[in-house]
Each structure stands twice: as C-alpha cells, then as structure tokens.
C-alpha cells in the first residue's frame, strides 16, 4: 500500500475531508500508535495503541483536558458533566453519578420493555405496507423514547416529530463545528444562526417546561430526573439548580438517544449480513424468552446477545472518536507532546488492529464468549472511553439495546434490501450511510 500523500501547506486536509475514518485507520498503520496527521497549520496527535490511550485517559488524565473539545457541544449542552473541569467536574460527577448505578437502571427494565411494545401497531403497519424502511429513524424513534420514559417518566411522543427534528438540526449544526478549522469562530456563528436558536429554544422549551412541572407538584417518581433533583453532593450538601438539570438532562438525552439508536442500526445491519449469528441470537432469545414478558432477570440469561453487542460496538462504536487538549509537554509511547497540542484517540483505530483482534474488519461475536478477551492488554477495548471520565451510559447502554433486540427479534424479521450498500458516515457519531434499508417481516403467530 502506498504511503498517504502530504501535499504542501494542506498537508492531508484533502484526504482527511474526503474519508477521516479510513485516514486515522491508514495514519496508525503507517506510523504507529502515536501518529501526527498534518491538517494544514494545525497538527493532531493521533493515539491509538493501548498503551497510549491508557496514558491519555487513565494514567496522566489530568494533563488531558477537554478544552477546545467543548466548544463543539457547549453551544447547545452549556456546562455539564461531560465538558467540565476540576472541582466542577468532580460535583457534577458525585451527584450525577448514582443516578445510573447498575441496580437502578435495572429497576427500569420494565419501562424500557413497556416503552418498545407500544411500538408494536406502528411495526406491525410496516410488516402489512411490505415496503423498504429506512431502520436508523425507526431506531431514533423507540430510543427517544425509552430515554424520555427513564429521564421524565411522560410521553413526549406527541412531539416526537418536533422533537427529533430539534437534535437533527443542533446535530448538523455542531456537526459543522467538529469539523470546522476555526472551531471557535465556527461556534459563535452557529449560535447566532436561526434555524439553531430555534432548535435549542425547542429542546429548552420541553425539558424546562418538565423540570418546572416536576417543582411545583413534586411527585416521587421512580425516573433519572427525581434520582437527579433529589440528588445532594455528600460533601458540599448543595443540589443540581435548574440550569444544571436542564444540561444534565439535554446531555443524556442526546447521547442516550442518538448513540444507542446508531449502535442499534448497526446490529440490525450486521445480523441481516450474517445469517448464522443471526439465527442462534434468535434461538437464544426464543429460548429464553418464549411468548412471555421480558424480566429484568433475563437480562443476564442472554449472553449470546450481550456477545454480539458487544462486537457490534467493537466494530462500530458510536462516538468513534474523542479529543483531548494538553496542558503540559508530555511523552505518550516514546513520542513528545508539546503542551496544548490537540490529541485525538479512536477506538474504532484501536478495535481494527490486527495483532489485537485477528480478522479485524470480521463480524465475530465469538470473540466475547468470556466477556472482553482475557489476554488483551487494558484500552484494547473501549467503546465508552475510559478512566475517571469513562462514559456513564456503560451499562444504560448494552441493557437497551439487549431488551430492543430481544423484543423486537421475537416478533419481526429483518431483511436487507438490495442495491444499498451502507458505509460509516463519521460526524460526531458513526452513521450508517445512506441508511439501513431494510424489509420488517411480522413472524408467524
């Protein structure tokens, strides 16, 4: 394979802009672990090895800041846990965290298992038209959901459509600021611009209309909100304000919502590829679960499942890349970082190399049979980052998308339809592109 080419002052802007996925994939094949990718002026910092990442997000977190990262969500999510620092971070982190333990998340398996089946007369429609569907939006449809009912407990399905076009425009909007050379100067111009004030003045409109809602009747409610309201930090004895939850809420629902309907898509699209993996997860599932409901107990009785989740994420994780900023010079596997570089680490490099993972472009779920490989070293393996600021949805996650699949794979049958091939398109998640067309077939009663 030949070398990329570096072009004078652009250096690989133009293939980066063309295909920055396969570019970060050929940059550490061709450099290593630690790899620079010229863009024009500026100069990224690309970290893939395990050891490197490990470095980054774990060993010497602290000189790894989020800085400039923010300036991608800020404009829409304001300061919350994902783009704090410091003593605000280590707040936002003790009150919010408890909220997503694995013993309360799994208290909501049948809000979850409630939310998924009234989506049944809608699939049913669709099995009856026999005409292709686009499954990404089907996907975005049941997510926001589930995560309205486990964040709110109400249905703000009557503004669904509202809803979903609000995130699709704020999406495209700081979709244009990661990608922007002049960030910052990128960021004030989307928030200046109409059709994004319109976008956040919907979001804001729903979520504060439900938290001012919540204050004033106060019920006791079993959802994230009330876990959050309630929440006191055991330190300073102070509570999340409401702005605080409005940025706490808006955070989860966009990437519970968004990331775990791609992931989602994903599966549906890796599976239909595969028809023998396909069959024994429907066998699993069958034998599990036959005709009656989902308990939260079963949850564990699906190991086949949570395997092929598990190498869908491998595959394609949905935040396919993260950005760090250095505060001080540093030295990640024999390389020298100078201080204020931008570093980036991609688990979707790191999850394709071959002397960690044989075969690694192949859909294989066996390689979780007994959880993440034993022999792989730590950070071979990371769809939900890692360290002090690994993602909170590590568990909400893998539990969605175990009870989606599980419920609909029982009643439906999908089927790719020809003549689409489908690529990752990468903005601030990994989309399929153009989409997942795909035939919903209703099982026999």
Known sequence: MEPMRSYPVLGLLP?????????????????????????????????????????????????YVKGRTMDVPRPLLGENLVSAEGETWHRLRRLVQPAFSRRRLLNMVDTITATVEEFYPRWDALAEARRP???????????????????????????????????????????RIAWSPWPRLSSLYIRALPSFRRAKATLDDVVYRIIRERRRHAPERNDLLSMLMNAEDPETGTRLSDEELRNQALTVFLAGH??????????????????EVDRRFR??????????TL???????????????????????????????????????????????????????THRYPDLWPAPEAFDPERFRDGVPKHLPPFAYYPFSGGPRKCLGYFLAPLEMTIVMALLARRYRLTLVPGYPVRPRPVLTLRPAPGVYMWVERHAA
């Open 15 to 63: 293939q980066f802009g063309r295909d920055p996925v396969n570019t970060l994939v050929r940059l550490a094949q061709e450099q290593g672990g630690v790899a620079v990718l010229p863009l024009g002026r500026r100069r990224l910092y690309i970290i893939t090895s395990p050891t490197g990442v490990q470095h980054v997000l774990k060993d010497n977190a602290a000189n």
């Open 295 to 349: 308990q939260k107990e079963d949850v564990e009785r699906l190991p086949y499942t949570r395997m092929v989740i598990d190498e869908v994420l491998r595959l394609y994780p949905s935040v396919w890349v993260t950005a760090r900023d250095t505060a001080d010079e540093d030295v990640v596997d024999g390389v020298t970082i100078p201080p204020g570089a931008r570093v980036v680490i991609s688990p979707y490099v």
């Open 133 to 175: 569907v686009d499954i990404v939006p089907l996907m975005m449809e049941i997510t926001l959901a589930v995560i309205a009912r486990l964040m709110f407990t109400v249905d703000v399905l009557e503004e669904e459509e509202r809803l979903l076009a609000a995130f699709d425009t704020a999406l495209h909007a700081l979709n």
């Open 258 to 275: 968004e990331t775990t309907a791609l992931a989602l898509s994903w599966t549906w699209y890796l599976l239909a590829k595969h028809p």
């Open 283 to 292: 066998e699993e599932v069958q034998a599990v679960l036959g005709h009656r």
